[in-house]
T-cell receptor, first 115, second 110 residues
Framework: GAVVSQHPSWVICKSGTSVKIECRSL??????MFWYRQFPKQSLMLMAT?????????EQGVEKDKFLINHASLTLSTLTVTSAHPEDSSFYIC???????????FGPGTRLTVL | RKEVEQDPGPFNVPEGATVAFNCTYS??????FFWYRQDCRKEPKLLMS???SGNEDGRFTAQLNRASQYISLLIRDSKLSDSATYLC???????????FGAGTRLFVKA
């Protein structure tokens, strides 16, 4: 099946720093990717839809200036958590779909801890 | 109201038991439906797609009722390895926006 990778798999940073997370579709091109956040013992919450070559679409309540999304190519989307704070500590997961695929595939996730 | 709602958990069952999970969705225009399994601190993995005609994969059976906007998953002969969180997933039209239910935690005990 299709493969989606994320990098880094985990990151620890100080409060106030910015963290970039990459999501790559390894064997297919994805015009659309999705970014999710999951807090402990909760489900995945859709943060935004990343569109190749255009602006991302953010879900209600998600600050676009806080979570910068760039989808510069058909195989790469990046999520930058700007000026991270401890409350941003979470599990961030991306997903992508093959153009004619039957289901979304998920990256392995990035665990962010902000001290 | 949440777009996708699932049975609250956790379900604690003995090995060999049959367990059923239910899920409802609010958007009648939703196109695709899935059950995903998520193990602790891992990404979701597709368990099975759900079709109106119903589908079965070994011990797992999924059903979709479009009229009632209801999805179900039945697990027969539960194994210890079935312990996980089961996520009901609905995909909406136009862009394949994927919405997850809150998940139902299953514990299968010896």
């Amino acid at each position: 099946g299709a493969v989606v990778s994320q990098h880094p798999s985990w990151v620890i940073c100080k409060s106030g720093t910015s963290v970039k997370i990459e999501c790559r579709s390894l064997d297919f091109q994805a015009t659309t990717m999705f970014w999710y956040r999951q807090f402990p013992k909760q489900s995945l919450m859709l943060m935004a839809t990343s569109n190749e070559g255009s602006k991302a679409t953010y879900e209600q309540g998600v600050e676009k200036d806080k979570f910068l999304i760039n989808h510069a190519s058909l195989t790469l989307s990046t999520l930058t958590v700007t000026s991270a704070h401890p409350e941003d500590s979470s599990f961030y997961i991306c997903s992508a779909r093959e153009p004619l695929g039957s289901q979304p595939y998920f990256g392995p996730g990035t665990r962010l801890t902000v001290l | 109201r949440k777009e996708v709602e699932q049975d609250p958990g956790p379900f604690n069952v003995p090995e060999g038991a049959t367990v059923a999970f239910n899920c409802t969705y609010s958007n009648s225009a939703s196109q695709s439906f899935f059950w995903y399994r998520q193990d602790c601190r891992k990404e979701p993995k597709l368990l099975m797609s759900v079709y109106s005609s119903g589908n079965e994969d070994g011990r797992f059976t999924a059903q979709l009722n479009r009229a009632s906007q209801y999805i179900s998953l039945l697990i027969r002969d539960s194994k210890l390895s079935d312990s996980a969180t089961y996520l009901c997933v609905v995909e909406n039209t136009g862009g394949f926006k994927t919405i997850f239910g809150a998940g139902t935690r299953l514990f299968v005990k010896a």
